[in-house]
């Protein structure tokens, strides 16, 4: 039999694990940050920023979240199968599904006065009052209610009729830049839209968001990147436990001479003689094409820098600068405890959020 632990982990090319105790952790900081009185949500979108939804959602069921935030419908229905706890979506009241809400007790994000409309409608048509988040667009110019439909609403109350209003909402555009004005902009903005309902609750921030001022915390923080350890703050040191980490293998170790080159195009010239080494990871696994001839895997604590292209499932690095070589089948990180997503997405020219949610599915996955 080869079916024991051991060698399933063996037959896989690289090997993702997860954290869910430092997960909680960062769920229960959020807990600690938040101001008297104010909750805090679970944004698990994106299959909880590809860690994985089912596992995630568990891990914060445990540490009693009690409500959650996905994008879209489909992310919403899944969820409604594992919790009886709210489920909201930001993607607003999608046309013809409306059924799926009222029968799965999904809250619609209601970002415009259509989609309040057509809510409220159902509120009639079923006879019940409805579960509702309203988005007023503070400055982000994405989803939400606009200045004038946020005036034509505060003009005309009656618009929310029937509707259980469950929040106010609305989200910060540049919360990760601690010098930027819009933040506190968009705070006033947002206190100004909800001033006529004082008791309705209110939701403002993001993770970054939650770290700027209390005064943005109002009743539910909505943080996601920062549950799954990326850096809320990254002006300063990350206050949140890492959650991923991320080994390959070494497929094959060759000698090269000073003017061969390596992979795809030929992109790479030796300007010495050197050792290369071949690991299994690729832009299929997520690993982004633009890091060809960029950044660093670490073997041990030794970073190697990354030569030629990335290809769709090997990577070249070059191990001529360690003093003891490595060997075939040795490990090689590419995200952990020497190099963290937000380092590598730098390196990259992107952000986090995309390192974490491109992380490929032929990965061996443990939860620990
Ligand atoms: C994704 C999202 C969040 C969570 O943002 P993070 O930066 O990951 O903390 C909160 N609110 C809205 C509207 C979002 O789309």
Request: net charge negative; glycine share 8%; proline share 4%.
């Amino acid at each position: 039999m080869l079916s024991n632990d051991l060698h399933s982990r063996n037959k896989s090319s690289a090997w993702l694990s997860i954290d869910l105790g430092a997960l909680a952790a960062n769920y229960n900081l959020f807990k600690d940050q938040a101001k008297p009185g104010c909750a805090v949500a679970g944004v698990i979108k994106a299959d909880g920023y590809g860690l994985g939804v089912d596992k995630v959602l568990a891990t914060l069921e445990n540490q009693d979240c009690a409500f959650y935030f996905v994008a879209t419908l489909d992310e919403a229905l899944h969820l409604r199968k594992l919790t009886q706890k709210p489920i909201a979506m930001f993607g607003g009241l999608y046309h013809g599904a409306e059924d799926y809400y009222i029968h799965d007790n999904i809250i619609p994000v209601l970002n415009s006065l259509a989609d309040i409309k057509a809510w409220q409608e159902q509120t009639q048509n079923h006879d019940i009052p409805l579960p509702a988040i309203i988005h007023f667009d503070t400055g982000m110019n994405r989803l939400g209610l606009g200045q004038d439909e946020t005036q034509s609403l505060l003009n005309d109350q009656d618009r929310l009729k029937g509707l259980k209003l469950e929040y106010f909402m609305s989200h910060f555009a540049c919360a990760d830049d601690v010098g930027s004005p819009m933040t506190q902009e968009q705070y006033e903005r947002f206190k100004t839209a909800t001033a006529a309902f004082p008791t309705i609750k209110k939701s403002l921030c993001n993770s970054a968001g939650t770290f700027r001022s209390s005064d943005y915390h109002f009743d539910l923080l909505r943080p996601g990147m920062a549950l799954y350890g990326l850096n809320p703050t990254p002006e300063q040191d990350n206050p949140m436990r890492p959650v991923v980490k991320l080994e390959t293998r070494i497929l094959q170790i060759r000698n090269v001479k000073k003017g061969e080159t390596v992979g795809y195009g030929a992109i790479h010239h030796f300007e010495k003689d050197t050792a290369v080494a071949t690991v299994a990871l690729g832009y299929a696994d997520g690993f982004l094409r633009s890091l060809s001839g960029k950044g660093h895997l670490y073997y041990k604590d030794t970073a190697c820098p990354i030569i030629g292209r990335v290809s769709m499932d090997l990577v070249t690095i070059d191990i001529g600068a360690l003093n003891t070589p490595p060997q075939t089948g040795d490990i090689i990180e590419v995200l952990g405890p020497y190099q963290d997503a937000d380092t590598l997405a730098k390196i990259a020219g992107t952000i986090g959020y995309e390192i974490l949610t491109d992380l490929g599915r032929r990965y061996h996955r443990d939860y620990i």
